[in-house]
Nanobody
Framework: QVQLVESGGGLVQAGGSLRLSCAAS????????VGWFRQAPGKERVFVAA????????NYADSVKGRFTISRDNAKNTVYLQMNSLKPEDTAVYYC?????????????????WGQGTQVTVSS
């Protein structure tokens, strides 16, 4: 069993920044790729960013490329999502999840565990 806990969400004005954290416990964290997804009200959960187990590979949705940065510290069992130049359309609940295979990173149904989510609200 793996527990994932997101934190760092909140209310920020457009153009501002937030850093989300995803803390994991329970298994060998470095064996898993980690992805961030977001879900706005009434919409599907969509891919935001992912990092592989040793942090050598990262990938971003086009909508956040150049503004968001994903990183991980395996010694702390934690993955971060630095979000800069936030826009109102970034408003959503952000979830982190883990998957055994980095190639599965885009498909939320291929993830094994999820956190409870953290709300990000960007005001205009």
């Amino acid at each position: 069993q793996v527990q994932l806990v997101e934190s760092g969400g909140g209310l920020v004005q457009a153009g501002g920044s937030l850093r989300l954290s995803c803390a994991a416990s329970g298994r060998t964290f470095s064996n898993y790729a980690v992805g961030w997804f977001r879900q706005a009200p009434g919409k599907e959960r969509v891919f935001v960013a992912a990092v592989n187990g040793n942090a050598g590979l990262t990938n971003y949705a086009d909508s956040v490329k150049g503004r968001f940065t994903i990183s991980r510290d395996n010694a702390k069992n934690t993955v971060y999502l630095q979000m800069n130049s936030l826009k109102p359309e970034d408003t959503a609940v952000y979830y982190c999840g883990i998957t055994r295979y980095y190639n599965d990173r885009y498909d939320h149904e291929r993830y094994d565990y999820w956190g409870q989510g953290t709300q990000v609200t960007v005001s205009s």
